[in-house]
Nanobody, 125 residues
């Protein structure tokens, strides 16, 4: 099982950028598809982005396409989320997770295993 620690969140003005990091431990990380989810205040946790275990395949929620990029470095056991052109509606706690997809590759993605503690992103208008 993969254990996860998210970092890199903070307070940023609308239009700004942040890069979130997820440090993973566990021997299955390099062969696991990984993803980011977020939970906005008062809402359910939702899918943001996913990346295949090789890093060649990615998938994004419609609401973040063109603004957010997911990447990974298997040598460092890291997953990243580069967020640009941030909007107030991006305000949420962001979580990374191993993911699976019943469609082979593509939404919907489900998380596997435990969640990390998350990292708070707040975008001011």
């Amino acid at each position: 099982q993969v254990q996860l620690v998210e970092s890199g969140g903070g307070l940023v003005q609308a239009g700004g950028s942040l890069r979130l990091s997820c440090t993973a431990s566990g021997r299955t990380f390099s062969t696991s598809a990984m993803g980011w989810f977020r939970r906005a205040p008062g809402k359910e946790r939702v899918f943001v982005a996913a990346i295949g275990w090789r890093g060649a395949s990615t998938s994004y929620a419609e609401s973040v396409k063109g603004r957010i990029t997911i990447s990974r470095d298997n040598a460092k056991n890291m997953v990243y989320l580069q967020m640009n052109s941030l909007k107030p509606e991006d305000t949420a706690v962001y979580y990374c997770s191993a993911v699976s997809s019943v469609a082979g590759w593509g939404p919907p993605f489900s998380h596997i295993g435990s969640w990390g503690q998350g990292t708070q992103v707040t975008v001011s208008s």
